[in-house]
Structure formats: C-alpha cells, structure tokens
C-alpha cells in the first residue's frame, strides 16, 4: 500500500521549455501532497506544501511563479517548472500523505536537466 | 531555527553486525518520527515511523525515541550488502500542514 507515482522519471529539454511533473497517489487519498528538490549529495529541500482544492504554501526563497503547483484532486498533483534555466536542474520529487501524522511516502523523482 | 542533526558518515559496518544510526532534533513540539533510506540517485523510501518514547521494532529494524533528549536512534541487525544506503532522520510537528524536518542524512555501507 500507499504507492506514489511520479511522472516523468526524466526530463531534458532547452532553456526556456515549461516542464510539467504529475504526482499520484495510487491507493490512497492524499489530503496532503509535498515537493522536493535534491541537488546532489545533499538533503530534500522543501519546496511547498499542496492541500486539494487549495493554493499551495511556499517555503521561503521558492519562487511561486516559477514554480506552478496545481493539487486538483486528493490524487494528483502537479509541478510545472515555467521558463527552466539551468539552474533549474535537479532531482525533483513529491510525497503524499493521507492525513497527519502519518508518514510521507515519496514518488520515485523526476531528474529534470536543462541544456 | 528547527534542526534535525544527523552524522553524515560515512558509516562502515561489517555484514552481519549491527548498524547504529543517530538523530537528534531542536523542535520540542515534534511529535512524529521517521527513518527513510534512500539509495544513490533514488528517491526516500520509508523505513520506520515511530511516535511514543521507547524501542519499535519492525523486523531487523528497531527505531528508538527518546523525548526527554530528543534523540532518535535506528538500529539495524544483521546488517546485509543491501542496507548499504543514505538514511534520513525526518521529524514532523503537529501543526499546520505538518511539514517534515530533514537531517542531511547518514552514509552507510556495509562490509561484504
């Protein structure tokens, strides 16, 4: 149980491309979805923090209109990268949960390189 | 600030033993606890949650939590090849959206 897909595993498109990331939660509802960003050998950095039906909270220092979040239903949520640069690449990755307190479970990332 | 404080390793134990992994957190609120491993270039994969002080036990893993010294352990029996990984300490407060608190993570590796 408590199976998170991500969507796409890889991205690698030219500066200036739009990207859009889907996550699912498989066999439960996710009142809560979270997105991550890992630059190499270091720790998830949160992003923001999606409820359904509403706006999503942003961590400090992350840019919301670069970085679009959509939590449409409790099984989907998307990330869309607008206008990627470079800078941009890195190893993107949501986790869902059903309700507090109970854990985050992650969907398998999205590597995104931007040339 | 909240912290979660994790020794970064790496960790290097023989096959068979037990691995010791070591957490330590700022937040006196946190009430929830997790353990994820995360292989190189995957994702974090949930390995232990625990939320009451003692020792939770879940086949060759036991968590423990203390919450007096807010210390967070994760033991690991008859370490094997496989259990070579990056381990997370996350804790989680009860508010809000009760976003997770992230250590940098341990390296451990197995000894064949």
């Known amino acids: 149980g408590a199976v998170v897909s991500q969507h796409p595993s890889w991205v690698i498109c030219k500066s200036g491309t739009s990207v859009k990331i889907e996550c699912r939660s498989l066999?439960?509802?996710?009142?809560?979805m979270f997105w991550y960003r890992q630059f190499p050998k270091q720790s998830l950095m949160l992003m923001a923090t999606?409820?359904?039906?509403?706006?999503?909270?942003?961590e400090q220092g992350v840019e919301k209109d670069k970085f679009l979040i959509n939590h449409a239903s409790l099984t989907l949520s998307t990330l869309t990268v607008t206008s990627a640069h470079p800078e941009d690449s890195s190893f993107y990755i949501c986790s869902a949960r059903s309700s507090q307190g109970q854990p985050q479970h992650f969907g398998d990332g999205t590597r995104l390189s931007i040339l | 600030q909240k912290e979660v404080e994790q020794n970064s390793g790496p960790l290097s134990v023989p096959e068979g033993a037990i691995a010791s992994l070591n957490c330590t957190y700022s937040?006196?609120?946190?009430?929830?606890f997790f353990w994820y491993r995360q292989y190189s270039g995957k994702s974090p994969e949930l390995i232990m949650s625990?939320?009451?002080?003692g020792d939770k036990e879940d086949g060759r893993f036991t968590a423990q939590l203390n919450k007096a010294s807010q210390y967070v352990s994760l033991l690991i029996r008859d370490s094997q090849p496989s259990d070579s990984a990056t381990y997370l300490c996350a804790a989680g407060t009860p508010f809000g959206n009760e976003k997770l608190t992230f250590g940098t993570g341990t390296r451990l590796t197995i000894i064949p």
């Open positions: 625990i939320y009451s002080n």
């Open positions: 937040d006196r609120v946190s009430q929830s």
């Open positions: 999606s409820n359904e039906g509403s706006k999503a909270t942003y």
């Open positions: 066999d439960f509802q996710a009142t809560t």
